[in-house]
């Protein structure tokens, strides 16, 4: 879909209707940037927030879904197609291992278009409500665009059926956070311990933007069933990043001798 039928689409259909039906708040819209690229980093409650992010903020933004969504033959699979990129969204492989890898780099042209890129850094939905460890595909995709990370808690999001099994949110809440700087690292796409660190850093932010209970463990490993609710309990940290250490920045000109 062309820029200028997605916003016509949003000014005229979609951000009215989810303004006037689910009637979101928002917080802190100064801080997505006018122009340019970035990505917007969010927690995840329902699949609503996929709908009411970009209905909600100025910019054209766009979410990656899995791109077997984008696939189907017969009608029904070809409406949700053609919904799924009337509101923004982009195919992505999300299989695992190299495939996901490779489709997450993908997805990235949507930032050399100047455009905002919607991410959820825990991979899934949370099972349970709480903040769960971020996967560094996050921290990748920002140092390999060279853009800036905006981090966003979506707050009450959680669906339910309303009138006629409607799917509704009682009053939801985004609340949009400063840009995260990351530059200083540009160039380390391949180093583990400055991915985790960004990753960290990006769901400290989110996690201190929605008040949410944080767990140091992948929510899939969760939903998969790793866990007992007392090993959960164990992994329970004030804060994402707790007792690491920021990674030195390599300065231009260095050699391995320091000189």
């Known amino acids: 879909m062309s820029e200028i039928a997605y916003s016509l689409f949003k000014s ?29 980093a969010s927690n995840h409650l329902s699949a609503g927030d996929t709908v009411a992010l970009p209905a909600m903020i100025p910019r054209r933004m766009v979410f990656p879904a899995k791109a077997e969504a984008f696939s189907g033959h017969d009608l029904k699979s070809k409406v949700v197609a053609w919904f799924l990129k009337a509101v923004g969204m982009h195919p992505m492989e999300r299989s695992g291992g190299r495939a996901s890898a490779e489709g997450l780099l993908e997805v990235a042209e949507v930032l050399d278009n100047g455009d905002l890129l919607g991410i959820y850094p825990e991979g899934t939905r949370s099972p349970d409500g709480r903040l769960y460890k971020g996967k560094t595909g996050v921290a990748r995709l920002a140092l390999h665009a060279g853009v800036p990370v905006i981090p966003v808690a979506m707050i009450n999001s959680q669906l339910h059926k309303g009138l006629f099994g409607i799917p509704m949110m009682r009053r939801a809440g985004i609340r949009i956070g400063r840009p995260l700087d990351f530059s200083e690292y540009a160039g380390r796409t391949n180093d583990r311990e400055v991915l985790r660190w960004i990753t960290d850093r990006v769901m400290a932010a989110i996690d ?52």
């Open 208 to 259: 201190e933007l929605s008040g949410q209970e944080y767990v140091d463990v992948y929510g899939t490993s969760v939903k998969s069933g790793n866990f007992t609710p007392e090993q959960l309990a164990e992994k329970v940290l004030a804060r994402p990043g707790l007792g690491s250490t920021k990674p030195p920045v390599e300065l231009p000109g260095a050699t391995d001798d320091g000189s």
């Open 12 to 40: 005229l259909l979609f951000r009215p209707v989810i303004a006037g039906v689910w009637r979101p708040w928002v917080e802190g819209a100064e801080n997505i940037p006018a122009s340019g690229p970035a990505l917007v």
